[in-house]
């Protein structure tokens, strides 16, 4: 089992940046996919981004391609992700999440239900 915790949200004008992290506790962090996901209010949550266990790959929502990068460290048990140009549309609960999946199955996920352990969120909110 993991126990992840967010941190880093906060208030930021639009065209600004933050950068939220995910600190992972209990077993071995590498043996985890992560994924950041993310819901407004009154929306469903969605995928924002996903890493693969070592890092080689990684995939992202189209409205946040070429503005948001996920990255991870595992000797820091920690995975990040670095948002910029922030539009006011960005303003949701972020949440981090763990795929405990062989790596054989997927390098990484879109879908929510496959992952198995979540963060319990960081606000971010973003002024025009």
């Known amino acids: 089992q993991v126990q992840l915790v967010e941190s880093g949200g906060g208030l930021v004008q639009a065209g600004g940046s933050l950068r939220l992290s995910c600190a992972a506790s209990?077993?071995?962090?590498?043996?985890?996919?992560m994924g950041w996901f993310r819901q407004a209010p009154g929306k469903e949550r969605e995928f924002v981004a996903a890493i693969s266990r070592r890092g080689g790959s990684t995939d992202y929502a189209d409205s946040v391609k070429g503005r948001f990068t996920i990255s991870r460290d595992n000797a820091k048990n920690t995975v990040y992700l670095q948002m910029n140009s922030l539009k006011p549309e960005d303003t949701a609960v972020y949440y981090c999440?763990?795929?405990?999946?062989?790596?054989?199955?997927?390098?990484?996920?879109?879908?929510?239900?496959?992952?198995?352990?979540w963060g319990q969120g960081t606000q971010v909110t973003v002024s025009s």
């Open positions: 209990g077993r071995t962090f590498s043996r985890y996919a």
């Open positions: 999440a763990a795929d405990e999946r062989p790596a054989w199955v997927a390098a990484t996920t879109k879908t929510e239900n496959e992952y198995d352990y």
